[in-house]
């Protein structure tokens, strides 16, 4: 009788100390719970409850080596109990030990194959391991065994977003509140698969049903973040990124996530400062590396620029997820690297995007539809280029849609387009697939991308395969890395065919330049004064009006050492924001140019911006991302532009201009011919007059700003795209001469 009651008194010792422990873990009071656990094994050294809660503390105090051997230990004394190992299995799976959470899960479905939990547990496991189909398996079995517990439908949901699949997510998650209306899981997976399928006011009261159910939780904050980052609303979404924040301070993704907003904010050096939180915790979190230097590229600071560059491009071509295709365009002029950063991000993106070609079509004599997608259908750059192109098109041969998923504006230019089209479709509230399928009962031959890899994109819409031909165009310089992506439009100057191998498209190339023009495009009568716009009353004035992160190291040395052989002379350039005018004068002086002879502009009307271009003597450009939209402003505008091409598509569209304009004297492609002839552009004034002359006489006459010969080129090449499919022929290289078009004689690079 008295070693009965010694017992049943140990028994309850035991059973104090485990419950303080476990009432220390939940206040987060790690070492007091560790404390307790320690007593009890003192008097128990093979008490698995001591041993499980041991773990949690050591967890808690992020000592994981420790929390995985307790947690081992736990496993080897609960070998015959599936609650046990299961909740044993959980925790290693939280740590990363996944080899000794796999026995665990393994074994409590061993021993109770009908364990509904258990199954999903392994479910989550398969998943973190990348093994998805596995997953999958375990999710769907897990509800065949117990179809009414909503953790399971809202765990599959889960799995289906990781996978893409959001309108199966959808249903699942559907089914999970449906079940239990209070399950925080639940409505943060509804509002994730919403959200993609671009329901967004549904999906925002999802998110925020979440954190009704569970405001403690960091993620619920995260998710509505990542929504309201996707709708534009980047104000409340730095607020609930904050919130997520002040919960969680230590979510690497979460610092990335504001770094993103706060940049489309142009916070940028804001936006560093999260970057550089999120690399301290994580310096491996996808895309972070590129995050990081693409938001100092937009305030022109260039710490560590040299070292983190060696590190960005090394990371590239070891296949890491290091930097968003557009963000390395204006980095290395190395197409090579530019092709691998667009597959690894569409390998990301659309796992399952790399589609065969598609079938169908209508037969040989029908009108062609051309289906036109975009952000900009409104006073934006594309549509100034592109607007006058649109209205010469030949409405007998050709049907005209335009797909918007732009911001909805009204201006007098989305009025213009308004009289363009056959039909004009906004399709923001509507999913990929979606918008993929719309076109196809449209009857669209041709899908024409004018957005790429740039900001407000979907190129999802492309890899669900929205036509038959699917053509890469204007709005992104570079190769989309996609098997979804038949042509791209160039020509001769801008991809030469020994780089052909850089791109995973086939290459149509336009005889005189890839770039519409709006011929007719009015320039302000305003007659600016120097004074005006801050330029000093006398000497030379060098331009570029190039967006700033554009602005490398190298381009900015070469410019100061221009300036400093020019007396007298001013660099004009735009205002992006005011840091990036401050580092960059910053910079003049550690070069020995006086701050002072940077002059700095904001943004003006597209006719008044012009007109002013008339107040500079030589636009200046940069490497290894041109001028664009802004060099052909310039041509328009009388003023000359020398540039220096690199080896991209982006380096070299300078080049095609100047060209298509019969200014091929101001093409380089050596840093030191660059900065000679704009040495001696601006100290002989005769030699400059001349080049004025000829560019004045070349506008109106040579083929860069003639829309109508454009127009009838890009025809002829859309024509011949639709009649190889139709031959059911694979797209290839084609060369469109004056008059008709031709497939390209030469043997056809590798795009493997």
């Not at 026995?103 to 973190?128: H, I, M, Q, T």
């Not at 610092?255 to 142009?266: F, P, T, V, Y």
């Not at 009962?441 to 991308?449: F, T």
């Not at 009838?712 to 639709?722: C, I």
């Amino acid at each position: 009788m008295p070693q009965t009651n010694a017992i049943t008194m140990l028994r309850q010792l035991l059973a104090s100390y485990i419950n303080t422990a476990s009432a220390a873990n939940a206040r987060g009071e790690f070492g007091t719970a560790k404390e307790w656990c320690g007593h009890a094994l003192q008097r128990a050294p093979d008490l698995p409850e001591a041993w499980y809660h041991l773990g949690l503390a050591s967890a808690g105090l992020n000592n994981r080596p420790e929390a995985v051997k307790a947690f081992e230990k736990a496993r080897t004394l609960t070998l015959q109990s599936a609650d046990a190992q299961n909740a044993i299995g959980v925790q290693l799976m939280d740590l990363g030990a996944y080899p000794e959470a796999e026995k665990c899960l393994l074994r409590s479905v061993e021993l109770a194959p009908g364990y509904a939990f258990a199954v999903s547990n392994l479910g989550k496991l398969r998943d973190r391991q990348g093994r998805l189909d596995e997953a999958e398996t375990h999710f769907r079995k897990a509800i065949e065994l117990q179809p009414d517990l909503a953790p399971l439908h809202a765990n599959l949901g889960g799995l289906l977003i990781a996978r893409k699949d959001f309108s199966g997510a959808h249903a699942a998650c559907q089914r999970s509140v449906e079940l239990d209306p209070n399950l925080p899981d639940g409505w943060r997976n509804l509002g994730i698969a919403l959200g993609e399928l671009k329901r967004f006011p549904q999906a925002e009261a999802a998110c925020r049903t979440a954190i009704e159910r569970d405001p403690a939780a960091p993620e619920g904050w995260s998710n509505l973040g990542n929504l309201l980052s996707d709708v534009r609303r980047f104000d409340e979404a730095e607020a609930a990124y904050r919130k997520a924040l002040a919960l969680d301070p230590h979510s690497a993704e979460t610092w990335s996530n504001l770094g993103n907003a706060l940049s489309e904010m142009k916070q940028f050096e804001a936006a560093t400062e999260c970057f550089q939180k999120c690399r301290d915790l994580n310096p491996n979190l996808d895309y972070s590396l590129g995050n990081q230097i693409a938001a100092r590229m937009r305030v022109c600071d260039w710490s560590d620029h040299a070292s983190e560059m060696s590190d960005l491009m090394d990371a590239i071509r070891g296949g890491s997820k290091a930097a968003k295709p557009f963000d390395v365009l204006a980095l290395t002029t190395d197409p090579a690297v530019q092709r691998q950063a667009a597959e690894i991000w569409c390998r990301d993106r659309w796992p399952d995007g790399n589609l065969p070609a598609a079938t169908g079509g209508k037969p040989a004599g029908d009108r062609i539809t051309l289906g036109y997608f975009s952000a900009d259908f409104f006073d934006h750059a594309t549509a100034q280029l592109m607007v006058h192109f649109f209205e010469r098109q030949d409405r007998s041969r050709f049907e005209l849609i335009a797909f918007s998923f732009g911001p909805d504006r009204h201006d007098a230019m989305t009025e213009r387009l308004s009289r363009v089209f056959d039909q004009s479709i906004d399709v923001r509230s509507m999913s990929d697939a979606e918008v993929a399928q719309l076109a196809h009962r449209l009857g669209v031959d041709i899908a024409v991308d004018l957005k790429g890899y740039t900001q407000d994109s979907r190129p999802g819409i492309f890899a669900h395969r929205a036509a038959p031909v699917q053509v890469s165009y204007l709005g992104y310089p570079g190769t989309m890395g996609a098997g979804w992506m038949d042509y791209l439009i160039a020509d001769e100057c801008l991809i030469p065919q020994t780089s052909r191998c850089h791109y995973t498209e086939k290459i149509v190339y336009l005889p005189d330049s890839y770039q519409v023009n709006d011929g007719g495009r009015r320039i302000a009568e305003t007659v600016f004064t120097r004074s005006d716009m801050g330029l000093p009353e006398t000497g030379f004035v060098f331009c570029c009006f190039n967006n700033n992160y554009k602005i490398t190291p190298q381009t900015f040395d070469g410019w100061m050492r221009i300036l400093g052989q020019v007396e007298g002379s001013v660099l004009w350039l735009l205002e992006d924001n005011s840091a990036a005018s401050a580092h960059l004068r910053a910079e003049a002086e550690r070069r020995r140019i006086g701050r002072d002879r940077l002059v700095f502009s904001r943004r003006l009307p597209a006719a008044e911006h012009l007109a002013r271009h008339r107040l500079a003597d030589l636009c200046l450009d940069t490497l290894p991302y041109n001028a664009h939209t802004t060099a052909s402003d310039a041509l328009w505008a009388g003023l000359p532009v020398l540039t220096c091409s690199g080896l991209s598509f982006a380096s070299r569209v300078a080049a095609s201009l100047l060209h298509a304009v019969g200014l091929p004297e101001l093409v380089t492609d050596r840093q030191d011919d660059f900065e000679r002839l704009a040495v001696e552009l601006a100290t002989q004034p005769a030699r400059l007059a001349s080049v004025k002359d000829k560019l004045a006489r070349n506008r109106l006459s040579m083929p860069l700003f003639d829309t109508g010969l454009f127009t009838r080129h890009l025809e002829d090449a859309f024509v011949a795209m639709v009649e190889r499919h139709r031959s059911g022929l694979a797209p290839d290289h084609l060369h469109v001469p004056r008059g008709l078009v031709a497939p390209s004689t030469t043997t056809s690079a590798s795009a493997g």
